[in-house]
């Protein structure tokens, strides 16, 4: 008996399924049943099932009681496969993958859903192109074969399963949602924004700064448009080129103060204010769409909700269920450790591999002890910051630990001169993006200092754009081959922790780049605490293979959010 099938809609309803052999291959017919939920929940031996999308699956399946052990997501699968064949952002549907094996025209892919708040998945999404389960194996049978021409296929066949189960992981934190307290919520926006006014106006607080900004330039301003700021503080003498917080607090002008907490405050409104909680949340719980690998480097995005922004003052709203627990979990240092693994500088791996902190144990290497700036020469190296005080901080770090700054180096070479790039197990980055901060922005990359890590956000990549400075693109490849890496590593991370978490009742509900969070009971909270510490073992062992190089988590136990921090 076979624990790997595969399943696909059948024309006229119901689904198409075959049970696979270890060659991928059909070991006896097609059957074909009238109910998806029935088909799978019906075979409980299977333990990996072939599928087209699990977003086209998985969410029926979870909303009956149903989970599955493992997937091969082969549209996720073409994506990496095409990424490290050079053709990056090329269709990437199972019906595109079998128009090219078979030399006929390339459907495009359709367009991404838009997020719409309190909708119910459906079970086959309307506007994808119907793809026959033959020729849906067809396609998994050539992309075994494109597997095994990679440059290291097992590392390659590791990254997909790791993307599947990421896959997994996100349709089950969207089912489940993160526990959200509505009460909580608009009590901290009655704090920091005051009354709300009839007519949808801006609430008082927010009237009250707008006119005390006004006050300041001596005639009316509205502090919410940015071109008027920039007007109002010309006709002040004062010239500034945008009404970033960082460029305004810079300047002495009684206008700045009231600006500043303007625009924090606005922010807040606009993003997670009443009208947000009322579309987002419901039943108590947050529910944005998690969207895995949805940038180049890997790192997650949200279809909607703004998840991964969650401004602190607002997480005082997660609170856990009654008798329940937040297990909330940051990696510690975790671009360093992995440059550490995926260099295999000996001397960085030592200091990775130590209990005390990483950034002293360098320091007292190549910095004389001073933490600071043995911080800043680390992510310096990963971010690219090469001229001035970097350049400097650099050289020492390339004295100490000559291996890993080699390796972005080169990483940044073969960006400048338009070669591919890849992660340690082969995610791959195209040979030219658009340069500069814009790029780094879409791609999930913080921007500007290493410490500037609040204006990271995790955009949808959007391919096409070449850009034409050879810098920015060798900035850009130095980075990826470490956030990238840190992200295959993530995803082995999730997949781990959701194996171990299958026999409680704890769940996965929320994930971003570094940091994970599991509700569970009060009673399971220690057991979580364990798992998590053991995932992150397993997964630096199954992504780098066997290193001194340790990834130790931050953890907190905690009611609320807001309280781990």
Known sequence: MTDRWALAPAEGGGVELAALGPDGLPVGPVVREPDLVAAVRGRPEVRRWVWRSTAEVYPRLLATGVRVERCYDIEDAETLLLGHEGRYGE???????L????????????????AEPGAQPSLFEPQAVHVPLADLLEVYAEQQRRHDRTAHPERMRLLTAAESAGMLVAAEMNHAGL????????????????ERYAGGGEPRRLAELADEVSAAFGHRVRPDLPAEVVKAFARAGIKVRSTR??????????????????????????A???????????????????????????????NGGGALQIPKVIRRAVVADPGWRLVVADAD????????????????????????????AVSDRAFSGDRDQAKIAVLGAVYGQTSGDGLKNLAALRRR?????AYVDEAARAGEEGRLVRTFLGRTCPPAVRGGEDAEEEAGIPMGSPDDTDEAQAQQWVPGYASTDAR???????????????ADWALLLLAALRQACAGMKAELVFFQHDEVIVHCPEEEAQAVVAAIQEAAELAGRLTFGETPVRFPFTTAVVECYADAK
């Open 99 to 114: 128009a090219r094996l078979r030399g006929g025209p390339v459907p495009p892919d359709p367009p991404q859903r838009a």
């Open 245 to 270: 917080r960082w460029e305004i607090e810079a300047l002495d002008h009684p206008a700045v103060a009231p600006l500043v907490e303007y625009k924090k405050l606005y922010r807040i409104w606009v």
């Open 472 to 486: 920015a693109r060798g900035r850009f490849a130095r980075n990826f081959v470490v956030q990238g890496s840190a």
């Open 91 to 97: 269709p990437r549907s199972a019906a595109a993958a």
């Open 272 to 302: 997670h204010g009443w009208s947000w909680l009322q579309d987002w949340v419901r039943d108590g719980r947050f529910r944005p769409e998690f969207l895995a690998g949805g940038t180049v480097t890997g790192r997650w995005v949200t």
């Open 179 to 194: 526990p959200w307290s509505a009460e909580v919520h608009r009590r901290v926006l009655r704090e920091l924004l005051g």
């Open 401 to 405: 630990f000559p291996r890993a700054v």
């Open 333 to 360: 240092q975790m671009e360093p450790r992995v440059l550490a693994a995926i260099s295999r500088d000996p001397g960085l791996m030592e200091v990775a591999g130590r209990e005390s902190d990483l950034y002293q």
